[in-house]
């Protein structure tokens, strides 16, 4: 599939977050990057079920599949300039690590009064070991949260149980399932169960600020 640079379009017939009639204040509007994504997509479901003002951010800014009520927006989190119009009347996002342009990202939300991060990281964040790739930039996404200066949360799982649907051809074609480390245990998570831990993180009713869960 051929990679399109991303704009900031829109789709959807009603924007959420826009005064409505009677209204003076806007509605207060969730952004939720890797919308498409195994965490993201399930995190999007359930802020609309809970009629929440939701904004989906992925790269191409499909529509597809997303629940009533979501918007779905295109950008970039490799190019600031691209997300900047989706953080218009954003008062929270879910924020996925990993990417070069993310400390700009978090200071246009800020700006545009933005005033909660959650940040999907992962459990390996608290080694410190920097040496290591994953936790490297786990932990540099991490820091970057901290010195947003805005509330924030980690939310840190292990393993997706929806990793092992990779193991689905090996089955079926054999019944022989290959992997790396076959002795290492985990604990595999349902995205479902971590984008329920985001929801609460993301609308909270009383939590302090600055907390890894």
Not at 12 to 17: A, D, H, L, S
Not at 114 to 127: E, H, T
Not at 184 to 202: E, F, G, K, S
Request: charged content about 20%; hydrophobic content about 35%.
């Amino acid at each position: 599939m051929p990679w399109c640079r991303p704009g900031p379009h829109r789709r959807m017939g009603t924007t959420p977050g826009r005064r409505g009639p009677g209204r003076g204040e806007r509605d207060p509007v969730l952004l939720v990057t890797g919308a498409t994504g195994n965490v993201g997509a399930e995190l999007v479901r359930a802020l609309a079920e809970a009629g929440k003002p939701v904004r989906a951010l992925s790269r191409a800014g499909r529509a597809d599949g997303l629940p009533p009520g979501a918007e779905a927006v295109a950008g970039d989190l490799n190019e600031p300039g691209t997300v900047r119009d989706a953080l218009d009347g954003v008062t929270a996002l879910f924020l996925m690590p990993g990417y070069s342009g993310q400390r700009q990202v978090l200071a246009d939300a800020r700006a545009a009064g933005a005033r909660r991060v959650v940040l999907l990281s992962g459990l390996s964040a608290g080694i410190g070991d920097t040496s290591n790739a994953v936790v490297g930039y786990l932990t540099d996404a991490e820091n970057a949260v901290r010195e947003s200066g805005m509330e924030w949360t980690f939310v840190r799982p292990t393993s997706f149980m929806s990793n092992s649907l990779q193991l689905a051809d090996q089955i079926r074609k054999g019944g022989t399932v290959r992997v790396p480390f076959p002795d290492a245990y985990t604990t595999d998570i349902d995205p479902y169960d971590i984008a329920q831990v985001a929801l609460r993180a993301c609308c909270p009713r009383s939590s302090p600020a600055g907390s890894s869960k």
